[in-house]
Structures are given as structure tokens and as C-alpha cells.
């Protein structure tokens, strides 16, 4: 069964420093994977995914992020945090085959960026 | 920007009433879904939904649950006899179609209400 675990409830970070944000997969097959963002009382907005190719994936609002293969990590990264960037941040797997097939979602990360 | 609604944002309702969660995907889109987000948890799949039928769903899905693409533009998720946990906010999603390499689009959800 496929799963996605983001090991932090919350991270803690300065503005102007770097972040990272962490997630962990585990899928039967090749995964495509997913980062999304969610800002309160907002839906899903979809940051960045990687399907094949570069490992390091770069993405909207200045992130990106890196797949790593061996150990089965797709972490979320940014060289410099900006207050804005506070919300929540969900990790998403789906099995490399079939189209519509659903997205599995880790239980989220919150991003604190203090000024 | 295109982008999927949905309708309405709030609905409380009584226990054992039934309910309609309305959702405009966007227009070249074809995959349909249903996510569900209890407060304080991580976004769960309920269905995804493809030339008029389901093409995936999961546990949480039950006989309660059903989808209809009454027109050429609304998705629909009605839940027959509400329950107190089935309070939640609920996501609407649509994808062009892909080998699963394509992101989900994401409303701004339905806060369901049981009471």
C-alpha cells in the first residue's frame, strides 16, 4: 500500500533562512510526487511535483525539491524563508500506471517563519 | 486562472439528513474527485471519477456516499443519512487526464457541519 510520511508536525524557521521541509515515501511501484500548500481556510494549492528526469524539481513561489531514490525521500526546500511562506504543507504520493488513481496525502506539516 | 468551485463553503446539517456538496470542475478537465479533510488530520481520498463512472474509491466511500456528473459541468457528492463524523471539510479536485503525472486541482472545500 502506498504511504507518505512527513515527520514533522511543525517547523520552525526564520525569514531569510533556509527550510526544509521532509517527506518520506512508500509506494509498490515508480511514484510520482506531489507538494501542495494549504493556507487557512484556503483549498490545495498545488506547488511542485517530480514525474522523471532532474531530481531537483523547482516549483512555484521560489521552492523546490529534491527525490531521492534510495532513500525514498522527496524533501521540500527553499534558500530563503519569507514570513508568507507560514501555512501548511502536504506531502502527496500517487503509483506510477494509471491516470485518476488517488493521491495519497501525508498528514501535513506546518511551516512557522518568524520575522 | 481556471479554477474549480465549490458550493457552498458552509453547510451545517442534522444528523441522518442528507446532503449535496456541489462542485464546478474546471472545463478541459475530465478526472473528477472527492477528498475529505477531518479538522486537525491529514486529506483523505474518498473517489475519483472518470467518464461517467467511479474509477476509484476507498474504504472511507461507503454506500452512503455517491457521486453524479448531473450536467456537463457540475460533480456532485451526496451522503445520504449524514453522521456526526462525517463533519469535515470537504475537497473538490479535477485533472486533465494523464499516466497520473498530472496535479489535481483543488477547490476551496465545504465545511460540513453535522450536528
Known amino acids: 500500500a502506498q504511504s507518505v510520511a512527513q515527520p514533522e508536525d511543525q517547523v520552525n524557521v526564520a525569514e531569510g533562512n533556509p527550510l526544509t521541509v521532509k517527506c518520506t515515501y512508500s509506494?509498490?511501484?515508480?511514484?510520482?510526487l506531489f507538494w501542495y500548500v494549504q493556507y487557512p481556510n484556503r483549498g490545495l494549492q498545488f506547488l511542485l511535483k517530480?514525474?522523471?528526469?532532474?531530481?531537483l524539481v523547482k516549483g512555484s513561489y521560489g521552492f523546490e525539491a529534491e527525490f531521492n531514490k534510495s532513500q525514498t525521500s522527496f524533501h521540500l526546500k527553499k534558500p530563503s524563508a519569507l514570513v508568507s511562506d507560514s501555512a501548511l504543507y502536504f506531502c502527496a504520493v500517487r503509483d506510477i500506471g494509471q491516470a485518476g488513481t488517488a493521491l495519497i496525502f501525508g498528514k501535513g506539516t506546518t511551516l512557522s517563519v518568524s520575522s | 486562472e481556471p479554477e474549480v468551485t465549490q458550493t457552498p463553503s458552509h453547510q451545517v446539517t442534522q444528523m441522518g439528513q442528507e446532503v449535496i456538496l456541489r462542485c464546478v470542475p474546471i472545463s478541459n478537465h475530465l478526472y473528477f474527485y472527492w477528498y475529505r479533510q477531518i479538522l486537525g488530520q491529514k486529506v483523505e481520498f474518498l473517489v475519483s471519477f472518470y467518464n461517467n463512472e467511479i474509477s476509484e474509491k476507498s474504504e472511507i466511500f461507503d454506500d452512503q456516499f455517491s457521486v453524479e456528473r448531473p450536467d456537463g459541468s457540475n460533480f456532485t457528492l451526496k451522503i445520504r443519512s449524514t453522521k456526526l463524523e462525517d463533519s469535515a471539510m470537504y475537497f473538490c479536485?479535477?485533472?486533465?487526464?494523464?499516466?497520473?503525472?498530472?496535479?489535481?486541482?483543488f477547490g476551496q472545500g465545504t465545511r460540513l457541519t453535522v450536528v
Open positions: 479536485a479535477s485533472s486533465v487526464p494523464g499516466q497520473g503525472s498530472t496535479e489535481a486541482f
Open positions: 509506494v509498490s511501484g515508480n511514484p510520482y
Open positions: 517530480y514525474i522523471t528526469g532532474d531530481n
